[in-house]
């Protein structure tokens, strides 16, 4: 079964500082990547998503997710954080079903705090 | 930017009572879903519901929960016998397709069972 974990729980950082937000995934398969974000009050956004093609994909509002095949990985980035940054990040991992439907695997959540 | 949306926000329920939580997805989009979420935990698959009939379900989507679509529009999941352990926040989300298409979700509907 598919897994992802996302290692930091909770992220304090002040603006302008440099955000790395670490996601791993276990899946033997082709996998399709995404990182939402839920502002606070909000309903879970998408970031950015990997199905094929450059590892390296940019997203909304400056971010960017690099695709490490070899290390199960796809970490979330960003140079310079924002005030308006201040949100949870969940990485998510889809395999398709049987039925070839997409099933969204999450992890955990890395609640982010940016201090203005 | 077109939304799926979800009533009502916040429902308070006794245990064993029936709860209907309520999805209007966006309008083109023909695969629906429902996820949750336990305070603290991870986002969870429900179950995935397509031309009128659930296409996957998971572990979680036993005998107590059923999803229907009434009408064009509406997408609702039942509970109908709520537990303790139900409290959650329930989130719907469509996509206008398979493999390859964004899934778009609503922002939840936190269920509190006392």
């Known amino acids: 079964a598919q897994s992802v974990s996302q290692h930091n729980h909770h992220v304090i950082l002040s603006e302008a500082a440099s955000l790395e937000l670490g996601c791993n995934y276990s899946?033997?398969?082709?996998?399709?990547l995404f990182w939402y974000v839920q502002y606070p009050g909000q309903h879970l956004q998408l970031l950015l998503k990997y199905f094929s093609g450059d590892p390296l994909v940019k997203g909304i509002k400056g971010f960017e997710a690099e695709f490490i095949k070899s290390k199960f990985s796809f970490n979330l980035r960003k140079p310079s954080v924002q005030w308006s940054d201040t949100a949870e990040y969940f990485c998510a991992v889809s395999a398709p079903m049987n039925t070839g439907f997409q099933k969204l695997v999450f992890g955990t959540g890395t609640r982010l705090l940016v201090s203005p | 930017e077109p939304e799926v949306t979800q009533t009502p926000s916040h429902q308070v329920t006794q245990m064993g009572q029936e709860v209907i939580l309520r999805c209007v997805p966006i309008?083109?989009?023909?695969?629906f879903y429902w996820y949750r979420q336990i305070l603290g935990q991870k986002v969870e698959f429900l179950v995935s519901?397509?031309?009128?009939?659930?296409?996957?379900k998971s572990e979680i989507f036993d005998d107590q929960f059923s999803v229907e679509r009434p009408d064009g529009s509406n997408f609702t999941l039942k509970i109908r016998s709520t537990k303790l352990e139900d409290s959650a926040m329930y989130f719907c989300?469509?996509?206008?397709?398979?493999?390859?298409?964004?899934?778009?979700f609503g922002e939840g509907s936190w269920l509190t069972v006392v």
């Open positions: 519901f397509y031309n009128n009939e659930i296409s996957e």
């Open positions: 989300a469509s996509s206008v397709g398979l493999s390859g298409n964004t899934i778009y």
């Open positions: 899946y033997g398969g082709t996998v399709n």
């Open positions: 309008s083109n989009h023909l695969y």
